[in-house]
């Protein structure tokens, strides 16, 4: 498990009101628990959740955290920690693993200084694994966000990470 | 249910249609492992160690999820089944510390049975070590996750038959963990510690807080005054770890065993369930008589208090102010006995032996100690007080029966069925309608209140006036009743509530292997105690009514108070 950085300039807390709100759009008491992790998760600034999510979808859902931490470390979709502004995700299959998804994720690894399952210092990039992008045919694939990135080399994959930096840097201006 | 026939390694066979594989085996003497089953609990296949092969079926089944079919050919003894579940066996053990000397559940391990059985002797695979921190947070329970074999089982106990809700999967593939959320301490979350989880754990990963070192100490100490209170249910149970079958009962032989280890005086909870009775009971018709807050629920079960002060803290009103049977003799020996007996109380040392984890946590709370001194000084669930007679070497079989001390050895039969669900409810109404109705009762059985039923109802005459008494066990059960009474949809005026399930005979401290099944023997043997006793009313315990002329005056008195009973504080706050 790594520390975090503190985000700057980020609302760190969610509201439980905004938590019932999502519950109560999904019916409630008896809303599926994964469609609310999700939710929640999707509504939170850093993407994730926080402890106090946790207890409050436990105790709206009438179930124990105990569960409620189960299902959510259970997926690798859901995050129990802070992610970043971006969400580099790297696919794991065999067709991209084949296709250099190796050196692939090591040129992201070495360009932002981080490994997977770690956010970069600045609170930009957050890298994750996952199973099957279902990209196979743009082999190797990477999602940042909701975009996907595919036939990848190792100088393209620089490039779209600096397309996000530029992104992020008009942003402050 | 009909028959169907199948073939058993080529033997065809008739079995009842619907059962599972496993049990089929087991019904035609084929036992095949098992580590993640437990008879009372939902199968749950994750184990895998009792796969068997099924013509027709391309890979092997887990027989405890497979149910059997007509025609079935299952085969458990093929060369593939056996490499298999030795490669299962194998992958556990090449993830399980190689501790066994020195673990608490040694001989007494369910895999280390399966490992003896299956003959491996050498471990393949390269051995992960993990050194995740021990557990120690609670008075009661220890828990190592490095021993976990993530079978499931705890969680299963703590969710659905508790609905605490504790312990539970983390995580995935190698990195599965099952621990508190956020790998919590037991202490950080709203455990209870009734034990369920280490009465089911089939390894060392989850068991009793060892204090049988501080029970040593005791006894080999010159300036110690060392007596010993055993609970009711211990006597219809310690014998199952001598090899003795489950329903036993052993009451001479457990006294003359803990003579033997050197206790001054081997006394009986029983005792201060009498006395518990007579509290409980004027209580009752206290509350009854002046409007006070009704229904009135037991206290007897620390499980359930904890349970309540943390999930449920507006019905802690509800609840008896009384002290469990074993404070109150804590509190007696330390007054009472140490006076009568010219001995200082800070030297009378007390030990019970209890079925109980939460009886651990209970005895160290800062109002058990009304006497000016911790009143119980130590506790043991019937597990340690097995080991420490193995230790000893004691033949438990080959004891000759010994009789309780007196006078804090007195007891009667209602004291006796304190020990499983439903008995203490019928000890009260025993000794209430008498004391109301002035009338000897004709029938001493109140067999409405008895069984295993989770939540029981009854109404009793107490000379026409109804008084709708109830019954739960089991903190699943007891959640039940507790949102019933929130909810105001029931007029009970008394109930039992006892956190485990079958109540004490089912205790987080009692012998491994407590299903369902031992669970009914144990309660029989104890109604059979009830019923060989001479005296079957607590009202009617000669020592009980000598404590009272000569020291307490009355039930519900100054000294009572000041003694047997504790402040119910209301500033406890709910958890979840």
Redesign the interface.
Known sequence: MLAMPIMMGMDIFMGTAEIRFIIKQLGGRNAPLLQVLLAVQDAAPQRYLS?EA?NEI??LLE????????TA??YSEISLEPRGIHLIRVCTNAPCENAGKQEIQEAIERELGITVGQTTTDGLFTLESVNCLGACFMSPAIKVDDTLYGNLTTESVVSVLDSFRKEQCHGCK | MGNIEITLNGRTVSVLENISILEAAKRNGIYLPTLCHHPDQRVKANCRVCVVEVEGVRNLVASCSTAVREGMKITTNSPRVRETVRTILELIFADHPQECLTCIRNEKCELRQIASRFGINSIQGAKTANNYPVDTSTPSIVRNPNKCIKCGRCAEVCHHTQEVGVLYSHNRSTEIMISPEYGKNLSEVGCVLCGQCAAVCPVGAIHEKDDTDQVWAALADPGKHVVVQTAPSVRVSIAEEFNMPPGSIQTGKLVAALRSLGFERVFDTDFSADLTIMEEGHELLHRIQNGGVLPLITSCSPGWINYAEKYYPELLPNISTCKSPQQMFGAVAKTFYAKRSGIAPEDIYVVSVMPCTAKKYEAIQPEMRSSGYQDVDAVLTTRELARILRHEGIDFSMLEESEYDSPLGTSTGAAAIFGTTGGVMEAALRSVYEIVTGETLSKLDFSEVRGLEGVRSASVDLKGKEVKVAIAHGLANAKKIAEKIKAGEEDYTFIEVMCCPGGCIGGGGQPYGTTQEVRKKRMEALYQVDSDMPLRKSHENPAVIELYQEFFGEPMGELSHRYLHIERAEEAEAVI
Not at chain 1, 63 to 70: D, E, K, P
């Open positions: 402890e946790v436990a105790r179930i124990s955290r105990c569960r409620v931490y189960s470390s259970f």
